[in-house]
Structures are given as C-alpha cells and as structure tokens.
C-alpha cells in the first residue's frame, strides 16, 4: 500500500524528465481515446462510464485526463517510469497547458501511478492522491473490481481537478475581442471603398460628356441651380 502510495508522490516532486529511463528503447502504444484498455479489464459498461467522466471533465474545464491499462510495462522495471514516459509521449494536457492527467495501471507489476500536469499541482493535493490510493487503487488489486475501482478513482481526480482555475479563459477572450476588432476593421475598409468609389464620387467628365452633370464644376453651384447652369453652359462663361 504504502509503495504505490509513494510511487504516486514522486511523479510530482520530480520533473519528469528525470524519473524516465534515458537509456532504454520503448515503443508506446497507440491512445485510444479516454480510455485505452490494452490490458483488457474492464468491461464496456466500466469503460462508457469513466469515458463519461474524462470527456465531462475536459469539456466543463480543458483538463484532459486519460485512463490506461496495460499487461505490463516491460521492459521497464516500474509502472512510474513507464507512465512518465506515456505522458509525455502522448503529449497529455499540452494543448491545454499541461492541465493533463494519466491514471496509468499495470496488471503484470501490479502497481498504480497518477501522473499531473503542472499546473494542477496545487488542486490535486497528495493527500487527495493518498486517499485516492489508499481507497480504491491499491484495494483493487486484492478484489480484482478495477473498473469500479478506476471508475471511482476517475471521479475523484475529476473532482479535484475541476477546481482548477480556467487559464484557458483569459485567452479566449482576448482570441474573441482580437476576431471583432478585425472584424470591424475590415467593414470599416469595406465603407470607406464603397464611400469613395461611388458613381457621384467619380471624375464628372464622362457625365459631362452625357449631358448628365450641369455645371461649371463649382462645388454646389451646379447641383443647386442645374437648369440655371445649362442654359448657360450655351453662352459661354467667361
């Protein structure tokens, strides 16, 4: 109990580049979405309902939390660096800021890890991860019940992990107002062509030549007293 305990402590007192074994070749399996049961343990019911919990808990707050199963993580000796370099490797929560979490299982080591982003550090408190060991993760190898065991552990990161601030929101924001703001500039530019490109604002000569614009051209003059001005466009204007 203890061990698994600790073994979930140290993925966040360490960085994780420093718990992953630098020298050994792994191949990481492909992500399945919320949920990837390679391990095959849980059953399609368990599977939908933590599903639920992952795709609630990303839409309500942009935390990705991902649940995997796996035989074993061989050829490394231990579920912790296994799952460090999962996470990674995945690219879990780096499109929301490293607001990601990996519930990692392996049945072959019999082991558990929880792996954060940083940025959830200081909502997912170790107690939580105590409790959350201590209640569910470590019993469910004895009772062999893993999906309601991870179903419930599942619930209670998402718990815990929503009460993360929205780093997101501040930036959406400022994404909103920027799409407005160029918005209406390009009205206003779309305005001011329109404004200076209309028929009447365009040189009068070829009106001229039509008969259409009367006149000597003196601003106003030949708008307000049209008739005046072509009568006497036929004298001459000295």
Partial sequence: MKWVCLSILAVFIFPLSLLAAPTTELELPTPLGYVSDYANILSPQWKSQIRSVCKDLENRTGVEMIVV????????????????????????GTVQQERGILLLTSMKERQAVVVLGRTLLSVV???????????????????TTYGENLYRSSVLLATAASQAPLAL??????????????????????FILWRFTRPERRHPFQRW?????WGTGQGGFGGNFGGF???????GLG
């Fill in 69 to 92: 199963t796996l035989p074993t993580v061989e050829p490394l000796t231990n579920a912790r660096d296994y799952a460090s370099k999962l996470y990674e490797g995945w690219r879990i």
């Fill in 169 to 190: 929101e501040k930036n959406r924001d400022s994404k909103s107002a920027g799409f407005w703001m160029n918005l209406g500039v390009v009205f206003l530019m779309l």
């Fill in 125 to 143: 408190s170790p107690q939580k991860l105590d409790q959350i060991s201590d209640q569910h993760l470590v019993p469910m190898f004895r009772s």
């Fill in 229 to 235: 001005g072509g009568g006497m466009s036929g004298q």
């Fill in 209 to 213: 030549r039509r008969g259409e614009y």
